[in-house]
């Protein structure tokens, strides 16, 4: 089983900064960050394939992040980035890595992704 470790949320000032970081027990196909809000779905953010050949490294972004995040990998360190700029008080949510069995596409649904962190809370406000 891949477990998942999340960390690098906080309290930042709209239009600040902040890195989130997942470190991987082992990689699988594809990895993502997803966020959800209370009562809300978790809904995805970033995907990245892993490995080489054409699938790997491609990655794939929300509408609502794409110029704004990033999302890349260390496979020597078995981690996962989020680098988060231009942050907004909507993009106030809690945030988990995840990881899937198979390449991603897109961005799948929440209930294709076999392994997931605990989260990490990320507040935007002044």
């Known amino acids: 089983e891949v477990q998942l470790v999340e960390s690098g949320g906080g309290l930042v000032q709209p239009g600040g900064s902040l890195r989130l970081s997942c470190a991987a027990s082992e990689y699988s196909y594809c990895m993502a960050w997803f966020r959800q809000g209370p009562g809300k779905e978790r809904e995805g953010v970033a995907t990245?394939?892993?490995?080489?050949?054409?699938?790997?490294?491609?990655?794939y972004y929300d509408d609502s992040v794409k110029g704004r995040f990033t999302i890349s990998q260390d496979s020597s360190k078995r981690m996962v980035y989020l680098q988060m700029n231009g942050l907004k008080p909507e993009d106030t949510y809690m945030y988990y890595c995840a990881a899937r069995r198979s390449y991603c596409s897109g961005l799948h649904d929440a209930d294709s992704f076999n392994f997931w962190g605990q989260g990490t809370q990320v507040t935007v406000s002044s």
């Open positions: 990245v394939n892993i490995g080489s050949g054409d699938r790997g490294g491609v990655t």
